[in-house]
């Protein structure tokens, strides 16, 4: 029985594809840890990162944690990620969205203290958008999901 | 889709379908944006930034969609070796490029005054800029295989294995942590309100009527153009 050369073409085609889909998975699986923007502070204790070494450290930012020293550039506040949490000294501007409960990433490194001073420091957003109304009013648009991870 | 690989066929259609795509697009474009950008609400959080939203997701989904639209002409073009596949992928490759130019544009500038950042290396940030490079290295390699002749494999076989990029960047922000946040929309429903939901559902359509009424005329150049040539070269040879 003779195949179609177009057939055999299809099916040569599918199979590629399914080889390649699978090959970009399996490389995109084993960078999962490598690939991650930032170390969350359960993450940072667990890895035993180096004190002094740049990373970044992300996560809620503890309500009522955030102090603003007299000398008015000065922050002090509490990154958590609702197990494990870490302290954060940073000098300068911080981003608007920077809010107690709300997602943070901070650029910097560890001190022998345990404790984190930040070079820099990003506001993270979730995936909710509404007018201010709404925020107040329904409870279903309360739960964030990306910022719980 | 058969029917289509007729040039003939395909121009009968598509000419008289141009400009109901592109004045519709158009239309909708309008009706998104003008409420979108200054009547609609504005966000709890970001306040008025949100608005970019508008054209940074509708660039974002054609960027993504341009490509899946390559890989498909490509697989087409290699099992059926329809003559018109090659084109429409060819003529895919600049307005996607283009609107993965808009996307990253408009998010680097939506990302500085939430984040506070125009630019950083994370998963869904760094995938779409790859997605950016292959648009620009399709582009040059599809335009060197036209001259060649019609008969273009590598840049359907690199339309093909360019793909493989697309499932990386939807999934970027659920496999790795990243700065960008996770999916809006998926299939358990929006976490977009509706009253913000709406001018970004009607634009990212017309954006959409845009861009096939983008692709139906580059495919009628580029048809029209290898009509001259195969002339040309008939008055040359009498």
């Known amino acids: ?128 958008y509404m007018p201010p109304q709404v925020s107040m009013k329904n409870p279903a648009m309360h739960e964030s999901e990306s910022l719980k991870k | 889709m058969h029917i289509f690989a007729n040039p003939a066929r395909f121009l009968s259609i598509a000419r008289p379908l141009t400009p109901w795509l592109g004045w519709g697009g158009a239309l909708l474009i309008a009706l998104a944006l003008i409420p979108g950008l200054f009547l609609t609400p504005s966000d709890y959080l970001q306040g008025e930034s ?34 018109l596949a090659a084109v429409a992928a060819r003529a895919i490759a600049v307005p996607g490029a283009l609107f993965t130019g808009l996307c990253l544009v408009s998010g680097s500038l939506w990302g500085r005054p939430t984040w506070g950042t125009y630019w950083e290396w994370d998963g869904r940030l760094t995938s779409m800029l790859i997605l950016f490079f292959l648009y620009l290295a399709y582009i040059a390699l599809s335009s060197a295989g036209a001259e060649r002749g019609s008969n273009d494999r590598i840049s359907a076989i690199f339309g093909v294995v360019g793909a493989a ?54 495919m009628r150049a580029m048809l029209a153009e290898a009509k001259i040539e195969a002339r040309l070269k008939r008055m040359t040879a009498e």
């Open chain 1, 1 to 128: 029985m003779a195949i179609k050369a177009k057939n055999q073409r299809l099916v040569l085609a599918l199979l590629a594809l399914v080889a390649l889909v699978g090959a970009a998975l399996l490389a995109m699986s084993a960078l999962k840890d490598q690939a991650a923007y930032f170390y969350t502070p359960s993450d940072a204790k667990k890895d035993h990162v180096d004190v002094g070494r740049a990373v970044r450290l992300g996560g809620m930012v503890q309500k009522g944690s955030i102090q603003r020293l007299a000398d008015g550039v000065t922050i002090n506040f509490v990154v958590t990620d609702n197990v494990e949490t870490v302290p954060v000294r940073f000098q300068g501007i911080v981003p608007d969205l920077f809010k107690e409960d709300s997602g943070v990433v901070a650029e910097g490194s560890f001190q022998p203290d345990g404790s984190f001073v930040a070079t820099n420091i990003l506001a993270k957003h979730d995936e909710r």
């Open chain 2, 50 to 83: 949100v608005r970019i939203m508008y054209v940074h997701v509708p660039a974002a989904w054609l960027g993504m969609a341009g490509w899946s639209g390559i890989a498909v002409s490509s697989l087409m073009q290699l099992i059926w070796r329809h003559p």
């Open chain 2, 165 to 218: 990029n697309i499932p990386i960047i939807h999934y970027s922000v659920e496999w790795w942590r990243t700065l960008h946040q996770g999916q809006s929309i998926g299939l358990g429903g929006s976490k977009i309100d509706p009253s913000l939901l709406w001018p970004l559902l009607v634009s990212t359509l017309g954006f959409s009527l845009l861009f096939a009424a983008i692709v139906l005329m580059r």
